[in-house]
């Protein structure tokens, strides 16, 4: 599935270093800029951060949540299209999901052609 990127970077943040190297390889073999993070902070604290036209975050991190992350970015102005991926689909993740505004509630497992068509609509959404 081609992704139209226009070189505009993908910021993966997610606790799991298999998933932040699977899907951050997975992006770059279809030839889309990504950087991993291995927690909110981290991405909070890049310098990056202002290139970044899509978020792929895991629901479920320690100390700061990818929902939390998704509405502390809104409140500060920053409105990047997220992509929550989660392996605990709950009622409750996906109200918040819902009500926060986030692009796509993915659900683990997920197969490369879900999750890059969320990404590939959250960029054309961002309209970067």
Request: hydrophobic share 40%; charged share 20%; aromatic share 4%.
């Amino acid at each position: 599935m081609q992704v139209q990127h226009a070189g505009r970077l993908v910021a993966i943040v997610d606790d799991d270093n298999s998933v932040r190297t699977a899907v951050g390889g997975l992006l770059r073999s279809v030839g889309v800029p990504a950087e991993v993070f291995a927690s909110a902070e981290d991405f909070l604290r890049s310098a990056k951060m202002d290139q970044v036209s899509c978020l792929v975050v895991d629901a479920n991190m320690p100390n700061m949540s990818g929902l939390d992350l998704h509405q502390t970015l809104r409140g500060r102005g920053n409105s990047i299209p997220t992509v929550v991926i989660t392996a605990y689909p709950s009622d409750n993740v996906r109200a918040r999901a819902q009500q926060s505004g986030v692009h796509c509630l993915l659900t683990k497992p997920f197969n490369e052609d879900e999750l890059l068509g969320a990404i590939r609509n959250a960029l054309a959404r961002a309209g970067r």
